[in-house]
């Protein structure tokens, strides 16, 4: 059996836990596990307790019958003959002392507010595009890119790229499927990869490039680039995937779909390359609105 007691923890880690113990008082769980299902919720405590605090306490075969283990740093847990006790501490390690002057009190708010201002408006001046290409597999050495798809937003404009290109072979009939694109229409409607590559490198110019599982879509087209002769990007890249994976510790997946849905956001085409492209243009901002993205 385990007792486990959370204080100002995310809410995210208290939902979690309930999967394993019951909630019987605001913050405090009980449950009955194994002690290896006992050591990876503590570790999942410990990764994902913010700023808050936890204890757990549990069997064990000591003179007690039980023992804990604590988060606070106001104790100590030590061990006297076999006895776990707990041990106030009249100093709390890196505890910040007080006693700042008042001078030094403003001269450190002035900073804060110089330097927000500083990331706010680099975010709000800084253009930035949203980059999606749809691909004939997943392997940049045996696959092709058969669609490209950007979109950035410069002011109240918002400015879109997007093209089709012509392949050597067929579209699998499981990515036709998946993207609505065939034969048919690459033939009608798409371009020689070079053209493509030309016209997208002016559109994307020197502006920050972004991208959900950035890393799949650049390997693509950094291929393509040398393919083609033409010189690599220098652009910067950011892939919000792992940005996602940070902040929303408990979704079921992080395809980019479920991603959307968590944040309210409609993709009315998914495995589109443009629509993706919007529909994480619009997961970027969302991100900066939330504080956990700057560009």
Known sequence: MIVITLTKVPASLRGDLTKWCQEIQTGVYVGNVSAKIRDLLWKRIMDNIGNGEATIAYNTNTELGYTFRTTRRDQDVVDLDGITLIKQ?????????????????????????????????????????????????????????????????VGNDEEIFSRYIKISGNIPHVISKLTGLNDEILQEQGEDLSDVLDDLLVFLSDDTIIGYNLKFDMQFLEGALEKTNKSPLKNRFIDLMPRVKKVELFLDNYRLETVLDKYGIENRSPHNALEDSKATLELAFKLIENGKLRI
């Open 89 to 153: 501490l009249n100093e709390v390690p890196g505890e910040i002392k007080h006693g700042f002057s008042n001078a030094a009190k403003y001269h450190q708010a002035r900073l804060k507010t110089v330097k927000e201002g500083r990331t706010k408006n680099k975010s709000e001046n800084k253009n930035f595009i949203a980059l999606d290409l749809e691909t004939t597999g997943l392997d940049p050495l045996s696959s092709e890119i058969i669609a490209v798809g950007a979109v950035k937003k």
